[in-house]
């Protein structure tokens, strides 16, 4: 079935450093990707997203792009901030087996100045 | 446009007691779906719904969970004879269709734990 499978963490970086957090998905199809992000005591909210095959996806520095051929969509951002600090969750939801999203266990970030 | 809204943020219930948590989607939304956040885990899919219908249950314990989405109000949530393990953080999303394409807005969850 579908999944995401997604880097496991936890991640520390040093502020202005390079950011890459890994997510592969197994899906048949075209699904969509997503990156959502959730700060703590918070709920979810959509970082950015992309739903054809070599779309990049990008919001607040970050970019991700759609690999059909690699089944990845890994998250980058070439310089973090404290305000990075978060968990941030790969999903996906395709229309050939339902409307849920199928979310990855998320990597949690800490930037240390 | 105010966002998804959950209520409450946090309920504490004894084991053996019931919990009715509340989502109300987004102005616009007729989709809704629920997801359970374990500690140190990810989001996993329990139900989505449309208004007055089920549209997959699939992750939906058996036993003890429902959910449902009236005509009129907000979604409910309802666990009967809470045990220690459904201690979680249960977040409510809504989207504009089904399309897959549109994004899920997420609420802020309910906080329940279980003593």
């Known amino acids: 079935g579908d999944s995401v499978t997604q880097m496991e963490g936890p991640v520390t970086l040093s502020e202005e450093a390079f950011l890459t957090i890994n997510c592969m998905y197994t899906a048949t199809g075209y699904p969509s990707l997503f990156w959502y992000v959730q700060y703590p005591g918070e709920g979810l909210q959509l970082l950015l997203k992309a739903t054809k095959a070599d779309d990049k996806g990008s919001n607040k520095g970050f970019e991700a792009t759609y690999r059909k051929e690699t089944t990845s969509f890994h998250l980058e951002k070439g310089s973090v901030q404290v305000s990075d600090s978060a968990v941030y969750f790969c999903a996906l939801t395709n229309p050939n087996t339902g409307n849920q999203f199928y979310f990855g266990t998320g990597t949690s970030l800490t930037v240390i100045p | ?115």
């Open chain 2, 1 to 115: 446009n105010a966002g998804v809204m959950q209520n409450p943020r946090h309920l504490v219930r004894r084991r053996g007691q019931e919990a009715r948590l509340r989502c109300s989607p987004m102005k616009g939304h007729s989709h809704v779906y629920w997801y359970r956040q374990l500690p140190e885990e990810g989001l996993k899919f329990m139900v989505y719904l449309q208004k007055e219908n089920i549209i997959d249950e699939s992750g939906m314990p058996k036993e003890r969970f429902s959910a449902e989405f009236p005509k009129e109000g907000p979604s409910i949530l309802r666990i009967q004879q809470v045990v220690r393990g459904d201690s979680a953080a249960y977040f409510c999303a809504s989207s504009q269709d089904a399309s897959g394409v549109y994004e899920q807005y997420f609420g802020p969850g309910t906080r329940l734990t279980v003593t």
